[in-house]
Structure formats: structure tokens, C-alpha cells
């Protein structure tokens, strides 16, 4: 029976801009480093150092090659956040590109994106809407 998930992959094309982009510029703290001594390297981040569900960065053009079929598009991720103004004013002070931040029917909720031009949603929890 699965009971967590525990890691989110995001393929991206520079492993190192991406670890400045979430550790910099979002506040994400680097979990681990690992290097397999062929030439495949992942960095695990997450918003604190015991969140329980992680990203692990992966050089996209590696899996590529590797020809496991594996879906390289960045998924969609939403991170909630119980200060969305406060969240907003960081990332636009820290250059990040940053979307307004709209009302919806389960609260306020805006979306970032990364020096690659992924994006991502944060959203203000709600406790009408999401478990707490």
C-alpha cells in the first residue's frame, strides 16, 4: 500500500542554476547530493529540511539518454504557503517572474516560474479546502 509521496523528479537542463533558483531565490534547502560516478548526478531540495515530500533536480539531456520512456516535462506542482503576500514580495524582490495574486474559491493563489520558464502555483491554505 503507498502511504506518502515522498519525491517529486524535475528534469531540468542545468542542475546547477537550478539548486541557485530553489535554494536562492525560493528558500528551499538542499537535502542531499548524490553522484553516481557516470555521469548521473541528482540534488534533493525541499521547502525545510524535514518536509516529508522532496524534489529531486535531475539533468534532463542524462535521463534522456538513458531511453527509460520516463516523461520529462516539468509536472505541476502546487506549494502552499500560509503568508501568500509575504511569499510574493520575496520572490519578486528576488527577481523571480511571478504571476499576480488572484482570488479563487479555495483562496488566493498565484504561480512563479523558474530560470527555465516552468511554473509553478503556491497557494494560500485554506482550511475549507485543504486539509491542515
Given at each position: ?20 533558483f530553489w535554494t536562492e ?108
Amino acid at each position: 500500500m503507498i502511504n506518502i509521496l515522498g519525491q517529486v523528479m524535475v528534469y531540468v537542463n542545468n542542475q546547477d542554476e537550478a539548486v541557485k533558483f530553489w535554494t536562492e531565490k525560493v528558500g528551499f534547502a538542499i537535502i542531499s547530493e548524490e553522484d553516481n560516478g557516470e555521469g548521473m548526478s541528482w540534488i534533493e531540495i525541499a521547502p525545510q529540511k524535514n518536509s516529508q515530500t522532496t524534489i529531486v533536480l535531475h539533468n534532463k539531456e542524462v535521463i534522456a539518454k538513458m531511453g527509460t520512456g520516463i516523461n520529462l516535462g516539468t509536472p505541476s506542482l502546487l506549494f502552499f504557503t500560509e503568508d501568500i503576500e509575504a511569499l510574493h514580495v520575496k520572490l519578486s524582490n528576488n527577481n523571480v517572474l511571478v504571476g499576480e495574486i488572484i482570488n479563487m474559491p479555495f483562496g488566493k493563489t498565484f504561480n512563479f516560474a523558474d530560470n527555465e520558464q516552468n511554473y509553478f502555483a503556491v497557494a494560500e491554505r485554506n482550511k475549507q479546502y485543504y486539509k491542515l
